[in-house]
């Protein structure tokens, strides 16, 4: 069944950079099969969207679903300080309370345009089973698509690592596990669930854990992701306990390459810089959350022109309150023009980082842009209301007047929000199971 969808302002965001005024794409079995302007072929639908922006469907590279239950802790606190009073609530996480924050936190971001979701998730207390289970129902029922990580920690405070001793694994624990997920893990273009490893950081693991993962993710194909150079203090932390920066730390362990990013990366050196690019190694960029806790503002102008592969990660729901993609692409902008100049970042740059730039550092080459042969993975946004009056440029405006709730969001070519509103679910319900859950971790 062949699908049309003109009368778009399209933003292809493919190599030409092609944006196309009275544009339509045409849909078949869930990929793009043509996209044009002007007359469009016949198809077995046709839908006009009168007017509205089109974008390839933002992707968030970075995330901690689990957090939207802990919302507004610590407000004053940097990332230490912050971890050490959070680390013992979420101690107390089980299936069902995942399952709450999953499903608010995959709304919310399909509601902002974000149709990917990588999500880190590291906390898994003794006996809690089903955690990683529970979010690969919620995206599935929600339909968007879910990038699981199979966090882990094994350096407890006794070990001089940060987290409690209550909430690291054994070694041996962690590969079991990650092994066991990875049956969930789908291959080739298309894909609505994956599965990729990733130790936590260089504070809460061990050496032993961060090679062990990286020989198992080989082993299996899934790619690696953790934390790095997100404050001083943990190059502080690396300096003492290993006697090098944290990039070396990394390399040394055989993690500097192409199928690793990092999320955060704010304290990064232009040696730094070129070693990530020239290793292929990506960068999931959070500018809120890097602001909420005081780490400072990681250097994307600089990562960009080096060739670093960045996309950009909303963080948790406990260090950035809101899980809106759309708000990250004008964060995005806004600190590069505060370190670098107005003529830091243009609004079409920005919005690259969360579609193209995404989906090349999650590895998806079916993703983040349209043209034939790619996803049918389409954000719509009204053009019409009060934030984009008087905007003479449609792009320039949509980024420069974020947040956005999407007016429609494809994935697969099936339609997720519609008119503003999830299609398979109840925002209202999703947030009043996600209340009863999270008061449980208020005492």
């Known amino acids: 069944m062949r699908v049309i969808i003109r009368d778009a302002h399209v933003v292809t965001m493919d190599d ?24 469009a ?32 802790r610590a407000q004053e606190a940097d990332l230490f300080t912050w971890l050490r009073e959070l680390y013992p609530v979420w101690g107390r996480l089980d299936a069902t309370a995942q399952y709450a924050a999953a499903r608010t936190g995959l709304a919310e971001l399909a509601l902002s345009g974000c149709a990917t979701v990588f999500d880190h998730h590291y906390v898994f207390p003794a006996g809690r ?21 199979r966090g882990s920690m094994d350096l407890g405070v006794s070990d001089g690592g940060l987290p409690p001793d209550d909430v690291v694994e054994p070694v041996a624990t962690v590969l079991a596990e990650t ?43 899934l790619r690696l992701h953790t934390h790095l150079a997100e404050t001083i203090e943990e190059e502080a932390y690396c300096r003492d306990a290993h006697g090098c920066r944290p990039v070396e730390y990394l390399a040394d362990l055989g993690w500097l ?41 990681a250097p994307v102008r600089e990562m960009l022109d080096a060739g670093v ?31 670098g100049g107005a003529g830091a970042m243009t609004a079409r740059q920005a919005l690259r980082l969360a579609t193209r730039g995404g989906a090349e550092v ?29 905007a003479a440029d449609p792009v320039a405006g949509l980024v420069l007047s974020a947040p956005h709730r999407v007016d429609r969001l494809y994935v697969g070519g099936d339609e997720v929000v519609r008119d503003g509103r999830l299609v398979r679910a109840d925002e209202d319900q999703i947030a009043r199971d996600h209340r009863r859950q999270a008061k449980r971790f208020l005492d």
Not at 191 to 201: F, M, T, Y
Not at 362 to 390: F, N
Request: glycine share 12%; aromatic share 4%.
């Open 179 to 221: 092994e066991r997920l990875a049956s969930l893990h789908e291959h080739g273009p298309g894909a609505q669930i994956q599965i990729a490893v990733a130790p936590c950081s260089p504070f809460s693991t061990s050496k032993q854990l961060m090679t062990d993962s990286a020989e198992l993710a080989r082993r299996l194909g």
């Open 16 to 39: 030409e950079g092609r944006e196309l005024e009275d544009g339509w794409i045409a849909i078949s079995d869930g990929f793009v099969e043509a996209v044009g302007a002007g007359d």
């Open 41 to 72: 072929p016949e198809a077995d639908e046709t839908i006009s969207l009168s007017g509205r922006l089109v974008t390839p469907a933002l992707i968030n590279t970075h995330h901690h679903l689990y957090q939207t239950l802990t919302r507004a």
């Open 309 to 339: 592969r960045v996309g950009l990660g909303v963080d948790g729901s406990a260090s950035n309150e809101r899980g809106d993609l759309s708000f990250e692409v004008k964060q995005a902008l806004l600190v590069a023009r505060g370190l």
């Open 257 to 297: 390459a192409g199928d690793v990013w990092c999320a955060h990366c704010v304290h990064l050196t232009g040696d730094d810089l070129r070693r990530f690019a020239a290793a292929g190694t990506g960068v999931a960029h959070c500018p809120t959350s890097n602001l909420r806790l005081g780490a400072g503002v």
């Open 129 to 149: 089973a089903g955690l990683v289970e529970a979010e690969v129902r919620a995206a599935r029922e929600l339909g968007v698509r879910l990038i699981a990580a």
């Open 362 to 390: 999650l590895g998806r080459d079916d993703l983040g842009s349209i043209e034939p042969g790619k996803c049918a993975d389409l954000a719509v946004w009204r053009t019409d209301g009060l934030e984009l009056a008087g």
